[in-house]
């Protein structure tokens, strides 16, 4: 108990912790959008400033539907869609149930996790995360975005020369977050020592 105490009273340790959790929840809520915006976004034609994009009817045939809990679940519905366009497989199935996991460890008990430590190990799931947007995303890239750009119509592409926003940005937040020494303030002083010479 008094080295759990020590733990909870050392600024060092807390603001790793919280630091650790607060990016996972962060990449955890960015894996979501990857799953449901695209497809919801595909399926819908009509937009609003209010309410986003619309449902469709075909949306609600060929995603919602899809859910098995039959509650047209719009996280469970895409996830089955991606599983049925052969976007996703088995594996990242279990993967996504993993980071769901976790992600409801630290939200649900949360009082527990920060008080004693004993939370999932967020640095070594946050590479799945990033892995499995990646993999989402690339895949709208090539297939829907890329496919109707005449730039595009005769390149043959290597999905791994294709780098998705998302992906740039979750792996900024990692060095720049997580990173350790000079590693995590690179990113910073390339910005800024470029923004010193347009300056002048």
């Not at 209010?50 to 469970?76: I, N, Q």
């Amino acid at each position: 108990m008094s080295s759990q105490w020590e733990d909870f009273l050392n600024p060092d340790v807390m603001r790793r912790r919280f630091a650790t959790a607060g990016l996972y929840l962060v990449a955890h809520e960015m894996l979501l959008a990857s799953i449901k915006e695209p497809i919801l976004e595909f399926f819908s034609n009509k937009w609003s400033k209010e309410k986003g994009w619309h449902f469709s009817d075909k949306y609600r045939r060929e995603v919602l539907a899809l859910d098995p809990k039959r509650k047209e679940d719009s996280l469970r519905g895409s996830i089955k869609w991606l599983e049925k366009m052969e976007v996703i497989n088995a594996d990242d199935l279990k993967i996504i149930e993993e980071l769901t996991c976790a992600r409801n460890i630290f939200a649900h008990e949360l009082r527990n996790v920060i008080s004693t430590g004993e939370m999932p190990e967020f640095e070594k799931l946050f590479p799945k995360i990033v892995a499995l947007a990646t993999k989402i995303d690339r895949w709208w890239v090539i297939n829907v975005e890329m496919a109707v750009d005449d730039q595009w119509a005769d390149e043959e592409v290597d999905p791994q020369n294709v780098t998705p926003g998302t992906t740039l940005l979750l792996q900024v937040l990692e060095r720049v977050a997580l990173g350790e020494g000079e590693a995590a303030w690179e990113l910073y002083r390339a910005f800024t020592n470029d923004q010193r010479k347009r300056r002048h």
